[in-house]
């Protein structure tokens, strides 16, 4: 099994939904496309190291962009009333976020 960290993003949340890494990105580059230099590479360090973060991106609904990190999955499993579990799925293109 891949070493991974704890603190490693797996996705994003904004539009009061879940997304993956690759949506996320597609989504930011969109919206932010005129200032798509200047955040392109602090987006790209938010994902590793979360402290760094100078720039928020906020969604269409002017909250903020978080990251979901691979520990917080965990909290973000659906079970039903049969104790099936549902993991995340991103919105856009259904991805688990895992
Ligand atoms: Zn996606």
Known sequence: MMYRKSFEVVGYTYNADYHCIQCTLEYVQEKYK???SLWHDQFLGFRDEANDMDLILSDD???EVHPIFLDQVGDLVYEDDEDNQYMPHCGDCGEEIS
């Open 34 to 36: 005129d200032t798509y």
């Open 61 to 63: 609904e002017g909250n």
